[in-house]
């Protein structure tokens, strides 16, 4: 079955902890994004990957870090989170980016607290 | 800065009664304009893409229309399951994607 798994669903973590989440898709898809959706302010990208090796900002990049080292993997790293990070993340991924018209599959979504 | 508003932000139906959600946007070079439908709990699921104005696009009881500056998702005949987060994004020249807020639409048997 073609998806994108997120893990983990659901973390609860203090101020500081470095925390990833992890994100792999089975659809050989080149490009791979990172949002997070916040109440009253919709979904707005963190960081987006063109392809291995190649990953740039997105809207809200600031306490965020990625890595793309495989195709299928492209983990989210917050190496001090704080409670302003604590939000609903997803990730995406699709064949191209949205500059071609293709459409994003997005993971179940990690809700993630820092205390 | 591209901009995408949808409006209402809630919309509440009986079973049967149509409606439009609208998406009113400004972009610069227009690649393409998104819809996706949100469940609670769960990721955006892929509805539309819509490229240039005039075009439309069918499925089940959805009908997504555009124009140069907003797009219409029309729900003829509702039904219950039909309730979700309704979102609508565009993607411009510099190829990122810029999300609405959504739409909540919820339909009462």
């Known amino acids: 079955e073609a998806q994108v798994t997120q893990n983990p669903r659901y973390l609860i973590t203090v101020t500081g902890k470095k925390l990833t989440v992890t994100c792999s898709q089975n659809?050989?898809?080149?490009?791979m994004s990172w949002y997070r959706q916040d109440p009253g302010l919709g979904l707005r990208q963190i960081y987006y990957?063109?392809?291995?090796?190649?990953?740039d900002k997105g809207d809200v990049p600031e306490g965020y870090k990625v890595s793309r080292k495989e195709k299928r993997n492209f983990p989210l790293i917050l190496e001090s989170p704080s409670p302003n990070q604590t939000s609903l993340y997803f990730c995406?991924?699709?064949?191209?980016?949205?500059?071609?018209?293709?459409?994003?599959?997005f993971g179940p979504g990690t809700r993630l607290t820092v205390l | 800065e591209d901009q995408v508003t949808q409006s209402p932000e809630a919309l509440r139906l009986q079973e049967g009664e149509s409606s439009s959600l609208n998406c009113s946007y400004t972009?610069?070079?227009?690649?393409?304009l998104f819809w996706y439908r949100q469940d609670p709990g769960k990721g955006p699921e892929f509805l539309f893409t819509?490229?240039?104005a005039g075009e439309e696009k069918e499925k089940e009881r959805l009908k997504a229309t555009l124009t140069k500056k907003e797009s219409f998702l029309h729900i003829t005949a509702p039904k219950p399951e039909d309730s979700a987060t309704y979102l609508c994004?565009?993607?411009?020249?510099?190829?990122?994607?810029?999300f609405g807020k959504g739409i909540t639409l919820s339909v009462r048997p």
């Open positions: 995406a991924s699709s064949r191209k980016g949205a500059g071609g018209g293709e459409e994003q599959f």
């Open positions: 659809m050989n898809h080149e490009y």
């Open positions: 990957s063109m392809n291995v090796e190649v990953t």
């Open positions: 972009v610069s070079g227009l690649r393409g």
């Open positions: 819509l490229y240039s």
């Open positions: 994004a565009v993607c411009g020249a510099n190829s990122k994607l810029t």
